[in-house]
C-alpha cells in the first residue's frame, strides 16, 4: 500500500474511529463520576436504540433529521465556510414547508403537494442563509457570528408568527392548524402494513427516503459537478481559486444557500411526517448536532449516515437512560454531543502524529 493510500486511510477512517472512541471513553469517566456504571448504562443505551422494533423506529427517525444537518455543515464546510446557523435554517425552512402544507387546495394530488412542500423547505431555508452569506462574501463580516445571531432572529420570527399569524382562532397554544393530509408522509409502519408486514409504530416516516436521496444528490454535486469542484476549491484555497477563474464571492453565496436548503428539510421529518402541523421549537438541538455529525463524518455523506445513525443511537438511548436510571437525565445526550465535537473537532488532529509515523513514515525515517 503507497503512503498516500496510508495517509487515506488513516484521515478517512482510522483517526475519527479513534476521536470518537476517546469522546465514548470520557463519557465512560463522566458516568463513573455520577455514580452510574457504565457497562450498565451502555447496554441500557444499546437495548432501547437498537433492541426493539419501536426503539429501533425512534433511533431512524432521530437518525433522519441529524442527516440534513449533518449534510448542511458538511456542504459549507467544503467552501471553507462554519455554518452554525442550521438551527434557524431548520426552523425558518419548517415554515416554508408549513405555508404550502396549509393553504394548498385540499383537493390536490399528495405527488404535487409534497414535492412543494419539500421545495417550500428548501427555499426557505436558503432564504435565510443568502443575508449571513452576503455579508460574508462582500462585507467581511464573519459566517460564525451572523449565522448564530440568525438563529436568535429565526426564533423571534416563529415566535411572532406561530402567535399572531398562523394560530388558530379560538386556541391558546402558538401552533398552526393540522395540515392538509394530501401533505403528509406515510409512516413506515403503515407502509409495511400494508405489503402485510407488521412492525411495531414509531414516528419513522418516509422522509427517510428523502435525507437517502438528497445525501446521494450532495455526493454527486460535490464530487461530479464543476460547480461541487469549485466549492472545493474555494475551501482549500481562496487564492488558487481566483487564479483558476473561481469567482469565491459567488461561492460563497451559492454554497450557503445550498446549506441552508438541506437544513430547511428538517421540517419534512418533523412536520410533515409526524406532527402534520408548525409548532415551536420543532427544531431543538438538530441544527447543533449537525455540526457534530459532519465532523464525525468527516464531511462525507457516507460518514454523515453512519455519524446520523449513531447520534439516532444517543438521542432514543439517551430517553431509554433517562427513563431507566434515577440519576441520569436525557441531558446526557448533549454532554456526549459536546464530547464528540471536542475530540473529532477541536482535538481533531490529536492521534494524527503518532498514526502517521508508525503507519505511515515519510520513507528513510522509519
Given at each position: 500500500?503507497?503512503?498516500?493510500?496510508?495517509?487515506?486511510?488513516?484521515?478517512?477512517?482510522?483517526?475519527?474511529?479513534?476521536?470518537?472512541?476517546?469522546?465514548?471513553?470520557?463519557?465512560?469517566?463522566?458516568?463513573?463520576?455520577?455514580?452510574?456504571?457504565?457497562?450498565?448504562?451502555?447496554?441500557?443505551?444499546?437495548?432501547?436504540?437498537?433492541?426493539?422494533?419501536?426503539?429501533?423506529?425512534?433511533?431512524?427517525?432521530?437518525?433522519?433529521?441529524?442527516?440534513?444537518?449533518?449534510?448542511?455543515?458538511?456542504?459549507?464546510?467544503?467552501?471553507?465556510?462554519?455554518?452554525?446557523?442550521?438551527?434557524?435554517?431548520?426552523?425558518?425552512?419548517?415554515?416554508?414547508?408549513?405555508?404550502?402544507?396549509?393553504?394548498?387546495?385540499?383537493?390536490?394530488?399528495?405527488?404535487?403537494?409534497?414535492?412543494?412542500?419539500?421545495?417550500?423547505g428548501l427555499l426557505f431555508g436558503a432564504l435565510w442563509a443568502i443575508i449571513p452569506a452576503y455579508l460574508q462574501a462582500y462585507r467581511g463580516s464573519h459566517i460564525v457570528i451572523t449565522t448564530i445571531m440568525f438563529n436568535f432572529l429565526a426564533?423571534?420570527?416563529?415566535?411572532?408568527?406561530?402567535?399572531?399569524?398562523?394560530?388558530?382562532?379560538?386556541?391558546?397554544?402558538?401552533?398552526?392548524?393540522?395540515?392538509?393530509?394530501?401533505?403528509?408522509?406515510?409512516?413506515?409502519?403503515?407502509?409495511?402494513?400494508?405489503?402485510?408486514?407488521?412492525?411495531?409504530?414509531?414516528?419513522?416516516?418516509?422522509?427517510?427516503?428523502?435525507?437517502?436521496?438528497?445525501?446521494?444528490?450532495?455526493?454527486?454535486?460535490?464530487?461530479?459537478?464543476?460547480?461541487?469542484?469549485?466549492?472545493?476549491?474555494?475551501?482549500?484555497?481562496?487564492?488558487?481559486?481566483?487564479?483558476?477563474?473561481?469567482?469565491?464571492?459567488?461561492?460563497?453565496?451559492?454554497?450557503?444557500?445550498?446549506?441552508?436548503?438541506?437544513?430547511?428539510?428538517?421540517?419534512?421529518?418533523?412536520?410533515?411526517?409526524?406532527?402534520?402541523?408548525?409548532?415551536?421549537?420543532?427544531?431543538?438541538?438538530?441544527?447543533?448536532?449537525?455540526?457534530?455529525?459532519?465532523?464525525?463524518?468527516?464531511?462525507?455523506?457516507?460518514?454523515?449516515?453512519?455519524?446520523?445513525?449513531?447520534?439516532?443511537?444517543?438521542?432514543?438511548?439517551?430517553?431509554?437512560?433517562?427513563?431507566?436510571?434515577?440519576?441520569?437525565?436525557?441531558?446526557?445526550?448533549?454532554?456526549?454531543?459536546?464530547?464528540?465535537?471536542?475530540?473529532?473537532?477541536?482535538?481533531?488532529?490529536?492521534?494524527?502524529?503518532?498514526?502517521i509515523r508508525f503507519l505511515a513514515p515519510i520513507e528513510g525515517t522509519e
Amino acid at each position: 500500500m503507497t503512503r498516500e493510500r496510508r495517509l487515506s486511510w488513516i484521515n478517512g477512517f482510522l483517526l475519527p474511529f479513534l476521536n470518537v472512541l476517546t469522546a465514548f471513553i470520557a463519557t465512560a469517566i463522566v458516568f463513573v463520576l455520577i455514580g452510574v456504571d457504565p457497562i450498565k448504562a451502555t447496554k441500557i443505551l444499546i437495548y432501547g436504540a437498537l433492541g426493539y422494533d419501536e426503539g429501533l423506529g425512534y433511533t431512524l427517525y432521530y437518525a433522519t433529521n441529524f442527516v440534513f444537518t449533518g449534510l448542511a455543515v458538511a456542504v459549507a464546510f467544503h467552501a471553507g465556510l462554519f455554518n452554525i446557523g442550521g438551527e434557524g435554517q431548520a426552523y425558518v425552512g419548517g415554515l416554508g414547508t408549513a405555508l404550502v402544507a396549509l393553504y394548498l387546495n385540499p383537493a390536490l394530488s399528495a405527488w404535487i403537494v409534497i414535492p412543494l412542500a419539500i421545495s417550500g423547505g428548501l427555499l426557505f431555508g436558503a432564504l435565510w442563509a443568502i443575508i449571513p452569506a452576503y455579508l460574508q462574501a462582500y462585507r467581511g463580516s464573519h459566517i460564525v457570528i451572523t449565522t448564530i445571531m440568525f438563529n436568535f432572529l429565526a426564533s423571534a420570527l416563529m415566535v411572532y408568527v406561530l402567535v399572531n399569524v398562523l394560530r388558530e382562532v379560538g386556541e391558546m397554544s402558538p401552533e398552526s392548524a393540522d395540515f392538509i393530509k394530501a401533505s403528509w408522509l406515510p409512516f413506515v409502519h403503515d407502509v409495511f402494513a400494508s405489503f402485510g408486514y407488521k412492525i411495531a409504530k414509531s414516528p419513522l416516516n418516509l422522509s427517510i427516503l428523502v435525507a437517502l436521496f438528497f445525501s446521494g444528490l450532495v455526493w454527486f454535486f460535490l464530487w461530479h459537478t464543476r460547480w461541487g469542484y469549485a466549492i472545493r476549491a474555494v475551501g482549500k484555497s481562496n487564492d488558487a481559486a481566483v487564479y483558476g477563474g473561481i469567482n469565491p464571492k459567488k461561492i460563497i453565496i451559492v454554497t450557503m444557500c445550498i446549506s441552508g436548503a438541506l437544513a430547511g428539510l428538517v421540517g419534512i421529518n418533523e412536520l410533515m411526517g409526524v406532527q402534520h402541523r408548525l409548532f415551536l421549537n420543532f427544531n431543538y438541538g438538530y441544527g447543533f448536532g449537525g455540526i457534530a455529525v459532519a465532523l464525525m463524518g468527516r464531511n462525507h455523506p457516507v460518514g454523515i449516515l453512519i455519524a446520523a445513525f449513531l447520534f439516532g443511537i444517543l438521542y432514543q438511548g439517551g430517553a431509554e437512560l433517562d427513563f431507566e436510571l434515577q440519576n441520569v437525565s436525557r441531558d446526557i445526550v448533549v454532554v456526549m454531543q459536546g464530547l464528540v465535537i471536542l475530540f473529532c473537532g477541536g482535538l481533531e488532529y490529536l492521534y494524527r502524529p503518532i498514526l502517521i509515523r508508525f503507519l505511515a513514515p515519510i520513507e528513510g525515517t522509519e
